[in-house]
């Protein structure tokens, strides 16, 4: 096997991501990105944050009837089922406005 040769190019990764403050940048922009989701989420009395953002992830409660026409277009992961409670992530490359119209969107689901 060659894998020790192949380590060269996970290399290149990291050295990209380190410099320049790059992995900084990517994950404030993420974590800012959360906020504003949270932010723009909390506006809907029917949407329950359940944990603080800290990071790039939302963990809020919505009705179980928005998973299938949320998911053809958001995909997101169902965190427990039980209390109809989502995980919804943000990255590096999420952008306000697809923040503000998932926002419109959950807004404009029926109660």
């Known amino acids: 096997m060659q894998l020790a040769s192949k380590t060269r190019f996970i290399a290149a990764q990291f050295e990209a991501m380190l410099e320049n403050d790059l992995w900084r940048k990517a994950a404030t922009h993420a974590n800012k990105m959360a906020e504003l989701l949270c932010k723009s989420l909390s506006k809907n009395r029917q949407v329950k944050i359940t944990k603080p953002v ?7 409660e919505i009705p179980r009837g ?3 026409p949320l998911q053809e277009h958001y995909p997101f992961y169902v965190w427990k089922e039980n209390t109809h409670e989502v995980r919804l992530m943000c990255a590096w490359d999420t952008k306000e406005d697809e923040i503000l119209a998932f926002a419109d969107v959950i807004n404009g689901m029926p109660e």
Request: zero cysteines; glycine letters at 0%.
């Open 54 to 60: 800290q990071a790039n992830a939302v963990f809020a």
């Open 66 to 68: 928005w998973y299938a």
